[in-house]
């Protein structure tokens, strides 16, 4: 990956925590961009890992009553030790153009130090129990992990 892309892709989950994960973390955008700004980055200042984003699509015929039970379930994967942080959130309701697709209904964005540490997560008991659990609401998932990298 170009330093280009990287710094492209790297602005996106900058972005994305700002504009979906703040709420119902206590978190404010200010401390984000106080704890992992371009600079770091571009410096070779911010710390490498692991970033593991999954977008959900759902089955239409969910009831509120069944997405709620998913996102609580969402959020048991926090509890998972290897987890250095997670935020969860439904699409922003951005212009739509032609680079934009929000089609999905919620997306997951994972923090891990490393490989190792996602490997854990994906085998790890509170994981395969989400999965157990709810893969029957999902109509279409998509991952992405990225690595993040300094020089």
Not at 88 to 115: I, M, Q
Request: hydrophobic residues 40%.
């Amino acid at each position: 990956m170009n330093r280009f892309n990287f710094l492209l892709s790297t602005c996106f989950g900058v972005s994305f925590l700002l504009f979906t994960a703040c709420a119902g973390e206590g978190t404010t955008p200010k401390e984000i961009i106080e704890e992992v700004t371009i600079e770091k980055i571009i410096d070779g200042d911010a710390d490498p890992g692991l970033m593991h984003i999954v977008h959900f699509w759902l089955v239409d015929s969910l009831t509120e009553a069944e997405k709620k039970d998913f996102l609580k379930g969402v959020w048991s994967l926090e509890d998972i030790p290897t987890v250095n942080r997670m935020f969860v959130g439904p699409p922003a309701s951005t212009p739509s153009r032609g680079v934009v697709d929000n089609s999905f209904d919620y997306a997951l964005v994972v923090y891990f130090d490393d490989v190792a540490g996602h490997d854990v997560y994906q085998e790890h008991p509170i994981h395969l129990k989400f999965v157990e659990d709810h893969e029957a609401k999902f109509k279409t998932v998509r991952v992405r992990d990225n690595a993040l990298v300094s020089r």
